[in-house]
Every structure is written in C-alpha cells, then in structure tokens.
C-alpha cells in the first residue's frame, strides 16, 4: 500500500519567487492536511481539505494557498517567498472525514523548502 | 495557549532501558484524540501510538504504550527495551473533535545509546 508522497522532497528558491508543493495521498483517504515545520515556531497547521473544500486554515498569511482536487491530490503554494518561509513542510492524509478517531493521519516525507 | 505541552526537550537512554517521555495537554472539549509520532532525522512523521479521551484502557502498541492520566490531562509515552533505532525527535499531538488540525507539542530528542 503506498504511502503518502509528497514532491519534490528538496527545494531551493529565490526570496520573492512563488512555489507549489504536491501531496498525493494514501488511496482512499480524502482528507489532506498540510503543516509547517521550523525550528523555532515547531509544527503550525497550515490548512486542511476534505472533498476538494478548504475546512479549515490555521494562522497564516493569504501568500499560502491551497487547493485539492477530485482524485484527493493537493497542493500548496507560496507566493512572494521570504526568508522565514524557509520549513519543512509536511502533508498528511487521514481516512476519517471528522471528529476523532483512531485513524489518525498519515504524514509523507516532506518537502523541505530553501528560501535565499 | 500552548495546548500540548512537552516539558524534556532532550532524554538520554541506554539500550534495553525503559524510557518515559512526557506531555500534558489542554482543551475543554470532552472529545479528543492524543497521538505520539516519531521524527527520524529524515524527517517523515511515523504514527505510534494513538489514544481516545474515552478510552478506559491505556493504549499499548508493541514496545509503545500510553500512560493517560485524564483528570491530570497527561499522556506520556513509555518506550520499553529501547533500541539505537528509537533515537529521534518524539511529538505529541491532540486533535479536538471541534477541530480539524493535530495541534502538536515542541517535541523531545530522543538519543538511545550502547
């Protein structure tokens, strides 16, 4: 059963450029949360989606968008990249669409972001 | 407020010691889920264990199991016979059943030694 991919796992970027990250998630799961990891703020919630819709969006500033499409892909971008945006960011796929339970999520690998 | 709080941020074991890492949380939900992931240096979050605010039993999961004490909102993470492949970073993390995001604690390096 394959697992949460996430691509590309490294990258480098100029500050002002924008960026897209991928998530594809385990199959079957649909809903896709992603999270910032660095080492001084930990891991921050970035925003969740759920059949294609955006549920929920933790506190960030609107150059951080996301979309999820009908297959249950998504991506985030990044737009007008800074200094700080520089993480690791990670992406996590759950099968159960609310509430809690102990299914839990499944993270990927991360795509680690260089902003110079 | 800091709803996860994970007060070591380094432990040090030896090899086939027992290990408790701690974590106390906050939230006036009455539903929630506590989880523990793993954090090699690769960077991949590896689920561990997971436990219910009603469960009545602590969890257990191989060399994992769960210490939960709810009326001290307390929920640490006991690894039995460690081994040098345990050495990582540790998180906690909650989820309320009013939310959609795993809110997660600062985390605590794990070093397994000889």
């Known amino acids: 059963k394959a697992g949460v991919t996430q691509t590309p796992r490294y990258l480098i970027k100029t500050r002002g450029q924008q960026v897209t990250l991928s998530c594809s998630p385990i199959s079957g799961h649909r809903s896709v949360s992603w999270y910032q990891q660095t080492p001084g703020q930990g891991l921050q919630f970035l925003f969740e989606y759920f059949s294609e819709t955006q549920r929920n969006k933790g506190n960030f500033p609107g150059r951080f968008s996301g979309r999820q499409f009908s297959n249950s892909r998504s991506e985030m971008n990044v737009s007008t990249l800074e200094l700080g945006d520089s993480a690791l960011y990670l992406c996590?796929?759950?099968?159960?669409?609310?509430?809690?339970?102990?299914?839990?999520?499944?993270f990927g690998s991360g795509t680690r972001l260089t902003v110079v | 407020a800091q709803k996860i709080t994970q007060t070591q941020p380094g432990m040090f074991v030896q090899e086939k010691e027992a290990v408790t890492l701690d974590c106390t949380y906050d939230?006036?939900?009455?539903?929630?889920?506590l989880f523990w992931y793993k954090q090699p240096s690769s960077g991949e979050m590896i689920f561990l264990i997971y436990q219910g605010s009603y469960d009545e039993q602590n969890a257990t999961e191989g060399r994992y199991s769960l210490n939960f004490q709810k009326a001290r909102k307390s929920a640490n993470l006991v690894i039995s016979a460690s081994q040098l492949g345990d050495s990582a970073m540790y998180f906690c993390?909650?989820?309320?059943?009013?939310?959609?995001?795993?809110?997660f604690g600062k985390g605590t390096s794990l070093l397994v030694t000889p």
């Open positions: 996590a796929s759950s099968l159960a669409p609310q509430g809690v339970s102990v299914y839990g999520y499944t």
């Open positions: 939230t006036s939900d009455q539903s929630y889920g």
């Open positions: 993390a909650m989820r309320e059943a009013s939310g959609y995001a795993l809110n």
